[in-house]
Antibody, heavy 115, light 113 residues
Framework: EVQLVESGGDLVQPGGSLRLSCAAS????????MDWVRQAPGKGLEWVAS????????YYVDSAKGRFTIYRDNAKNSLFLQMNSLTADDTAIYYC????????WGKGTTVTVSS | DVVMTQSPLSLPVTLGQPASISCRSS???????????LNWFQQRPGQSPRRLIY???NRDSGVPDRFSGSGSGTDFTLKISRVEVEDVGVYYC??????????FGQGTKVEIK
């Protein structure tokens, strides 16, 4: 079964950092682009970042540039999102998603930025 | 950036009746291979999104055939032939070209009258 399982979400203070993880299984992780998509409370979907299969290219939404880093470990079938300088606007459910056409989604992990 | 505009944003429907959601792109989504790259997603209450349709009209595995997608260029439509209770949720279109950024529509909330 194709599966994506996120972890690492937490309550963090403004200005803090957090690392999200996504464990992939049931498919050949190393050949797929991977994404992070977030959803703020009561809001729509917002793409956050994408990474090429070999990790050589990364792309970010403007609000994440310079603060977030997407990376992957193909040997461990894992995707990560390092988030620094967090603000209240980063409060959301973060979804790990397979491929640029977003064919498989995880259940999400919740990040809350609040003092 | 390509802008995706959905209408309506709220869609009350009667069980068993059809429903239709429109999605308009600010740029043509036709690629050089002749395909249009437009996806539809469903998000049921309390669940993560799932892809329903890719490349305008191709249903994902397990998606009931009462869901259909159509359109080309900049105008696309998702239709539900007969709405069932399990279809309640929010539907999003997404452009499959001109990324980054990947862009979604605002979402259309389907509810039962």
């Amino acid at each position: 079964e194709v599966q994506l399982v996120e972890s690492g979400g937490d309550l963090v203070q403004p200005g803090g950092s957090l690392r999200l993880s996504c464990a992939a299984s049931g498919f050949t992780f190393s050949v797929y682009w991977m994404d992070w998509v977030r959803q703020a409370p009561g809001k729509g979907l917002e793409w956050v970042a994408s990474i090429k299969p070999d990790g050589s290219e990364e792309y970010y939404v403007d609000s994440a540039k310079g603060r977030f880093t997407i990376y992957r470990d193909n040997a461990k079938n894992s995707l990560f999102l390092q988030m620094n300088s967090l603000t209240a606007d980063d409060t959301a459910i973060y979804y790990c998603v397979r491929s640029l056409n977003m064919d498989v989604w995880g259940k999400g992990t919740t990040v809350t930025v609040s003092s | 950036d390509v802008v995706m505009t959905q209408s309506p944003l709220s869609l009350p429907v009667t069980l068993g009746q059809p429903a239709s959601i429109s999605c308009r792109s600010s740029r043509s989504l036709v690629y050089s291979d002749g395909n249009s790259y437009l996806n539809w997603f469903q998000q049921r209450p309390g669940q993560s999104p799932r892809r329903l349709i890719y490349k305008v009209s191709n249903r994902d595995s397990g998606v009931p055939d009462r869901f259909s997608g159509s359109g080309s260029g900049t105008d696309f439509t998702l239709k539900i032939s007969r709405v069932e209770v399990e279809d309640v949720g929010v539907y999003y279109c997404m452009a499959g070209l001109y990324w980054p950024p990947q862009t979604f529509g605002q979402g259309t909330k389907v509810e039962i009258k």
